[in-house]
């Protein structure tokens, strides 16, 4: 359903960086499976190999032996602006007079049109029509004028939305975090190298080890020679805007971001998610995979003889279900991929637990399925609030007509669903267990108000556009 990219660049002594790029993709291949692609360079050249398709399709040997140089990055990509082929596929390169780029980006921007035209206008002939292209020009533009540094400052001044990137220039690696920190990204050490990853998970596969998350604002710039790595602040940030759907969905839960371990927090809004509607049933059961963590956190803090049970199968080689086109695909794509254990089901009182209702496709299959398997009644508890509008920054979540919640009170959407009882959990709980305020959260599909300035949209908070005319890096 909704997913989002995955961003990586690695810089190691003298080791080929193909191949740990090519499995950190792997490792990140969840948050995107439209395209995959992987830029290095030697310190003559800069090479390339992006293709539609997963990480493991996208690539053979001979791809990954042609991408030489031990400075590189990649990107897993599902698309939220442009479109869906071979022109959007990242990462993005750009040759320039002096040198060359390539960029790699997880989020979204909103004044994409703006720069785009402006650029155009100045003589930049874009290939895409997406988002990323556009940073990938502006930042080109400004090396031509400025230290590498200062040129991202600029281009960072002028792009407005989220935004965590890897970027190569010639050898050089770097990473860059948008200034509310909407999209994670962090930092790891290897023994000959770093590695800067939108998720943890990426690094341990490499047997790294995590350093620390790229701080909001914040330019890392790897060493070329893999022995460290320099940090500006580039913009000081009062207040954070964290994508709260990257703990709840989005993220493995065995990735820290932001200094919390997935799996944790999803296990304390399962706890929480009993505290606030927690019902006696004979067997709580999460809807895999990504339902787990809320369902075993719920059942530990159940009172004995509230059982946890697997008591549905997941066929793994189905993919998300909620990029399927129509809903009579998505509705089979459900039943393909989850199928009840009669036994753990039938005569029982159940509760099953997933981590967010987005179309309802899912539930409403459930709830349906589960009946037809024996159970008497049907609960469904839901580890976050009701997404009532789309997201702008980065993740394809449904339009408003869409989205069940959008315009649904929970009862109706009970009734639509038909289960026994419904409860999602509420906003104050997702900031408790993430150890933050609502208002350092980016909750944007949950209250409808957004972090930054949409056309169209309520902000929560003062918001600055900034200027794309004139803007300076020392502005
Ligand atoms: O209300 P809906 O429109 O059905 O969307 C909600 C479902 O989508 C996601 O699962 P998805 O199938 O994308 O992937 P998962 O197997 O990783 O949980 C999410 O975990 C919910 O189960
Ligand atoms: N999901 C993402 O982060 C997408 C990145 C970029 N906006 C694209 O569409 O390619
Ligand atoms: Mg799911």
Redesign the pocket.
Known sequence: MH????VVGISTADRDVARPLYYSLYALQH??QESAGIVTHDGFQQYEHVEMGLVGDAFDEGDLDSLNGSNGIGHV??????SVNNC???PFSVSFKSGSLGLA?????INTDEIREELAALGHAFTSD???EVIAHDLARNLLEEDLVRAVKRTMSRIHG?Y?LTITHDETVLGVRDPQGN?PLCIGELDDGYVLASESAAIDTLDGELVRDVRPGELVVLHDDGSGFDTYQLVETEQTAHCFFEHVYFARPDSVIDDELVYEVRRDLGGALWEESGIETDVVMPVPDSGRAFASGYADAAPEGVDFAEGLMKNRYVGRTFIMPTQDERERAVRLKLNPIKSTVEGKTVTVIDDSIVRGTTSSQLVELLYEAGAEEVHVRIGAPPIVAPCYM???MASREELIAADKSVDEIREEIKADSLSYLSIGAIADALGTSDSNLCLGCVTGEYPYDIEGEQTDREVERPAVGHSSADD
């Open positions: 997913e989002k990219c995955g948050r995107g990509r599902y698309p939220t602006s442009g959007c596929a990242q980006h997880n989020g979204n921007l997406g988002d990323t989220s965590s999209r980065g993740i394809d």
